[in-house]
């Protein structure tokens, strides 16, 4: 069952159109096993993240690239990119019509480039005035206007049939140490401070949420909890998603860098497979 939510999460992001529930049960059911977990792991690509295509089902790809203010050229993809404000600097404007043109001009340049998910906006309020990444955050100190803001950022950046992913969720307040932070949040803290741009994102048919970087630990564990289960009922009531962070993965998994993804990618995808055949659930161990 969680297998089969998983894909139609995937297969609701990759192909949009899918959207009625019987056209992605159908997808599924003509899919091979190996087919399905390539949708739920990751790909070599000249982007930031993708997925693995289904040519024969029509389902593509999805090219994940960062960031949350314009689209990061690699030197293998062609052309410039545009240096747009940072999120800190549309959020200064307190102008949600100056946020909106951001955001179509963002989606549309992401979908001349080619990729379909933009690893952004980014919605942290500035909690840490030392925080490395405030300038990337459209909140700036204040979630009310990080709501605003992100409610219309979110659908022009989709109009373009680009996925807009925001982050990270939730408590990335910190640059330092960033791997191996601990937020401990209040639950009053928590639901009028940090959640309520990344509800109100939700709200405006953001899909797509990217997980912390640090740790987050509310002040019980009955708030981490609430917190997490309510996202996730959330999420499967709309077929909206959690990207996992790629660096607190191998971190956990104790490896050295991201130049171990492949053998990381194929042993996830055979203990997936293993997992599948013995009826059981799997949990990520190093290679």
């Given amino acids: 069952m969680a297998l089969f939510s998983s894909l139609t999460v995937a297969l609701a992001l990759a192909v949009p159109a899918a959207a ?3 056209r992605v049960a159908s997808i599924v059911a003509n899919m091979t096993l190996d087919e399905k977990l390539g949708l739920l792991d990751g790909s070599t690509s000249d982007y930031t ?3 693995t295509a289904v040519d024969r089902l029509s389902v593509p790809r999805l090219l994940m690239n960062d960031g949350p203010q314009g689209f990061r050229t690699s030197a293998a ?3 410039t990119t545009t240096a747009f404000p940072s999120g800190l600097a549309i959020a200064a404007t307190f102008d949600v019509k100056q946020a909106a043109a951001w955001g179509d001009a963002m989606g549309e340049e992401f979908a001349g480039k080619g990729a379909n998910v933009q690893l952004g906006p980014g919605l942290n309020v500035a909690r840490v005035p030392l ?3 405030n300038f990337e955050y459209l909140s700036g100190e204040d979630p009310h206007l990080g709501a605003t803001l992100v409610a219309a950022v979110v659908p022009e950046i989709q109009k373009h049939g680009v996925i807009a992913n925001v982050k990270h969720f939730i408590g990335n307040n910190q640059e330092t140490d960033r791997l191996g932070g601990d937020m ?5 803290a928590l639901h009028e401070l940090y959640l309520p741009p990344f509800e109100a994102a939700a709200e405006a048919g953001g899909p797509a949420l990217a997980s912390e970087l640090e740790d987050m ?3 019980t564990a009955r708030v981490e909890g609430v917190v997490r289960s309510r996202f996730h009922e959330a999420a499967t009531a709309r077929d909206d998603a959690a990207i996992t962070r790629w660096l607190p993965l191998l971190r956990d998994l104790g490896l050295a860098d ?3 993804a492949d053998a990381l990618l194929e042993h996830l995808r055979a203990r997936l497979r293993a997992a599948v055949f013995e009826g059981s659930d799997v949990a990520a161990e190093p290679p």
């Fill in 20 to 22: 009625d529930p019987s």
């Fill in 49 to 51: 993240g993708a997925t």
């Fill in 77 to 79: 993809l062609a052309g």
């Fill in 131 to 133: 925080n490395g990444r």
């Fill in 184 to 188: 401990v949040i209040q639950e009053r």
């Fill in 217 to 219: 630990r509310a002040a």
């Fill in 258 to 260: 991201a130049a171990a």
